[in-house]
Every structure is written in structure tokens, then in C-alpha cells.
């Protein structure tokens, strides 16, 4: 297991109950990961009035005509199931005055199903709940301060990884190395976000697909010292904050999927010259986003009193290693990626707010229970390779990434973001300029509108291929 957010936490408890010893590789300590960051909560249909087919059919509007429906259908249907799982691990969700779950409201969202754990601390709470089982799991061996330098292999099969000393043989290795919103440079993202684990999974033989689906989260705070892309939850706006431009007025409905709420902001930005929008959430309860309200005002930004100057980041990558509904990477056998490392079309050209928290547990344990079908590995390749596979980029990188393949994008910029030395900001361009639309997180300003035959169809990078080719999923 290569990761220690919350898909490969989750994971690895599943495989360890079902009897499976586990080696857990993290480069950071337990807990410190992107998901600790994470303010947002876990989306599933848990009221009265919700059910798994309205939740269906919201991820699939959200999609704009990509979603994966059967990989929709498998999280949509196993949510429910997987929140039971978490509080059995210990983990205790916000509850109402009547002692029920207390159920968010979120962008793109038609019913209130958002889970969270200390308001916008949820991914702190189930991060430090989900470690300590992992800590102190007979069954789990924990190597934190370690890198994965690449997969190994033999005869095209995954046999386990080499790391940065030493080397780890598994009948299934699972890579949750995260997404790669940290190579924009302004981005929501801690910065080893970087989309190594895509590379690794390259570097193996496996697909990547989606690359150029960036989702930008409209409400990173802008212009404070110490606070910059800082995320403002979007379930502040759910309780009642709005957007406002330089001229008082609001200008887009709040609880609009991402994607519209985000190219909301950017045009207000173009057309006006101002740095971005002005988030009010002072009718927002302060007690309902402590961490929130605290890390503003030690910035000097009481949002009690006043207005938060916000704009959109780089915040989710939808694309990543081509996966089935089990998690298994499409061209190499024995590898497996869940959470923000996969690409299972569940997220289509814009992520549903808050499903990728429930993909992780969902297809966490079905990567797991999978993976332990597996045959032992044989010997194989385990030599480290002669330069990195997966570097972080430069801050030259960053940049040019975010001037060259942000939220709206050009055949020019993207021609020359395909000569950038890193390999993946090469891949973003390259799929990027194959799909000659707009639709969704994906802008281009010569192809305004979504082409209807692209709908369902993915931007695949075989093993070794820089140009991508278009495939309809099921």
C-alpha cells in the first residue's frame, strides 16, 4: 500500500481484517496528509428523502456527459454502507439536536447528504480516527518517511515496489498516492499533490486518462497574507453564504455545480479586473466551521464582520491511473489505484462535491478484498531506477502550468506547455489540446461549447503514448 490518506488507510484496515498482512508506505507521518486537509465531508443518501438513484442522477448532471455510470452507481449504492463501516472504526459524524446525522447541503446537490466530522474539520477527525486503527492494527506495518521510487515488475505484472531504500514484494500493491493539483501553482493542494503516483503507474505499463478535467475550487481565499488558497468549504456557501462582485451585487447562484460557480469568478475577474469575488458569510453560525472562522481571523479576517476575498485554485484532478470498479490499473496486473490516484469516470468532467471522500471508502475496500485474490509475486525487477520517475516539478513548472493549462485554455499556451521538462505537465497539455471542446472543468476558449460526440468518451494515454485516444467507458 503506497499512501496514507484515506483510501489507502481504509484499505489497508480492510485487508488486514480479512487476514491479509499489509506494509503501509507513507513519505509523510500518519495524519498529515492531503486528506487531513480536506474541509469537505463524505456524500451519501442517508435521509428520508434521498436514495441512492437521486444521488445517481445528481453525480451524473454534475458529470456533464461523461460520468461513468456504472462506477456512479457502485458509490452511490455503497455510500451508505461504508458510513456505517467509519463509525464502527470510531468515527463520530456531526449529529443534529435529535441525535440523528447531520446532513449538509453542497453544491450540485439536491438533497442534504453531506456527512462531516467537526464541521470543516472532517478530514482531520476521520484521518486521526482511521490512523490510530492503522497504528495499532498486529496485521499492518507502517514505513512512514519513505518514497516509492517505482513499481515493480515482472512479465508485466506488478510484484510489489522499490522505494528509496530497499524494495517491498506484495501479491497486490495498491498505489492512494493522492491526485495532482499541486503542480498548478495556485492550488488548495499540500504540495506533494504532484501526481507522482500516476507516474509510477506509467512508468509500470499502465493507462492514465482525463488529465486535462481540473476541477477549481471557486472559493480559495485570495490576498491574505499566510491564508493564500486557503479553501473556504463549500458548505459554508450550503448554510447560506454568497458570492458577491467589486459592485456589491451577487452574480451566480451559489450552489451551482463547481465548474459554474468557478468560470463565474474567472469571467467577474476578466471582465472587471478585480482580483476576484467577495464570499459574506457572516449570517454563517461561526460554530459550525470553527477551523474555518480561526485560521481566517488569525490572518486578520474576522468573516463574522466582514467579507473573505476568494478566488478559484487548482483543487481536484479527475483524471488518473485507468481503473475498473475493483480498482485493478487497466495494463498491468496486480496494480491497483483508488481514491484521487484512480480514474474510475465516477467524477466525469466535474466532480459532485464531496463524492470523492465516499469513493475512497468505496473503492478502497474493493481494491482490497480484491487484491486478495491475487497469486504470490515472483521474483522480479526490483533495481531503483537511474533518474526519478515521478519528480516534483519546479516552481517553473507550477507556474507555467497555471498560466498555460488554467481554467481557460488555448491551443497556443497548450502547444507550449507540451515542451515543459516535467513529464506529467506534458501529458495535462497533451490531452487538453486533443479534446477541442468545453465541457465541464475542461475551457477552451476556441471550442466554447461541449461536442456531442464526445459525450461518454475519455481521453486515454496507453503505456507510452503521448497523444491520447478517445474512449466511450460503461
Not at 451519501?44 to 437521486?54: F, K, N, Q, R, T
Not at 492503522?134 to 516509492?148: D, F, K, M, T
Not at 481557460?408 to 507550449?416: H, P, S, V
Request: charged content about 20%.
Amino acid at each position: 500500500m503506497v499512501g496514507a490518506g484515506a483510501a489507502g488507510l481504509f484499505a489497508a484496515l480492510t485487508a488486514a481484517q480479512q487476514g491479509a498482512m499489509v506494509t503501509l508506505v507513507s513519505a509523510r507521518p500518519l495524519a498529515e496528509t492531503a486528506s487531513y486537509w480536506a474541509q469537505g465531508g463524505a456524500a451519501a443518501a442517508l435521509a428520508l428523502d434521498d436514495s441512492p438513484e437521486i444521488h445517481l442522477q445528481d453525480t451524473l448532471t454534475a458529470g456533464r456527459g461523461l460520468t461513468r455510470r456504472s462506477a456512479a452507481e457502485v458509490v452511490t449504492n455503497e455510500a451508505a454502507a461504508r458510513v456505517r463501516d467509519l463509525q464502527a472504526l470510531g468515527v463520530h459524524f456531526d449529529g443534529d439536536r435529535q441525535g440523528h446525522l447531520a446532513l449538509g447541503l453542497e453544491g450540485g446537490h439536491s438533497k442534504r447528504r453531506i456527512i462531516h466530522a467537526g464541521g470543516s474539520a472532517t478530514g482531520r477527525r476521520i484521518l486521526r480516527e482511521l490512523s490510530a486503527k492503522v497504528a495499532e492494527h498486529p496485521r499492518i506495518n507502517v514505513l512512514e518517511g519513505r518514497r516509492a521510487a517505482r513499481i515493480a515488475t515482472q512479465d508485466g505484472r506488478a510484484t510489489g515496489v522499490v522505494l528509496d531504500e530497499g524494495a517491498l514484494t506484495a501479491r497486490a500493491t495498491i498505489l492512494a498516492t493522492g491526485g495532482a493539483a499541486a503542480l498548478w501553482s495556485r492550488t488548495t493542494n499540500p504540495p506533494g499533490s504532484f501526481g507522482s503516483g500516476f507516474l509510477l503507474a506509467r512508468d509500470a505499463g499502465a493507462a492514465l486518462a482525463d488529465l486535462e478535467f481540473t476541477q477549481f475550487h471557486p472559493t480559495a481565499v485570495i490576498g491574505v497574507p499566510g491564508r493564500e488558497g486557503f479553501l473556504i468549504s463549500e458548505a459554508v456557501r450550503g448554510e447560506g453564504a454568497t458570492l458577491h462582485g467589486p459592485d456589491g451585487e451577487r452574480f451566480i447562484d451559489e450552489l451551482a455545480p463547481r465548474d459554474a460557480v468557478a468560470h463565474a469568478i474567472f469571467r467577474l475577474q476578466r471582465e472587471t479586473g478585480a482580483p476576484g469575488a467577495e464570499l459574506d458569510m457572516t449570517m454563517v453560525d461561526p460554530g459550525r466551521f470553527p477551523n474555518v472562522v480561526a485560521a481566517l481571523r488569525e490572518a486578520g479576517v474576522d468573516p463574522t464582520k466582514q467579507r473573505v476575498p476568494v478566488a478559484p485554485a487548482s483543487h481536484y484532478v479527475m483524471g488518473g491511473v485507468v481503473t475498473d470498479l475493483d480498482g485493478r490499473a487497466d495494463g498491468v496486473a496486480g496494480l491497483y489505484a483508488v481514491g484521487e490516484t484512480a480514474c474510475t469516470g465516477l467524477h466525469g468532467a466535474n466532480r459532485l462535491a464531496s463524492n470523492s471522500l465516499s469513493e475512497c471508502f468505496v473503492f478502497g475496500r474493493r481494491a482490497a478484498l480484491a487484491g486478495l485474490d491475487e497469486p504470490e509475486p515472483g521474483e522480479s525487477d526490483a533495481a531503483e531506477p537511474e533518474h526519478p520517475i515521478a519528480p516534483p516539478p519546479t516552481r517553473e513548472t507550477r507556474t507555467a502550468v497555471w498560466r498555460l493549462a488554467g481554467l481557460e485554455r488555448t491551443e497556443q499556451n497548450l502547444r507550449e506547455l507540451l515542451n515543459d521538462p516535467h513529464p506529467l505537465a506534458r501529458l495535462v497539455a497533451a490531452c487538453a489540446l486533443a479534446r477541442e471542446e468545453t465541457r465541464g472543468a475542461h475551457a477552451r476558449a476556441e471550442f466554447p461549447e461541449p461536442d456531442p460526440a464526445l459525450d461518454a468518451r475519455h481521453s486515454v494515454l496507453s503505456a507510452g503514448s503521448e497523444t491520447p485516444s478517445f474512449v466511450a467507458w460503461l
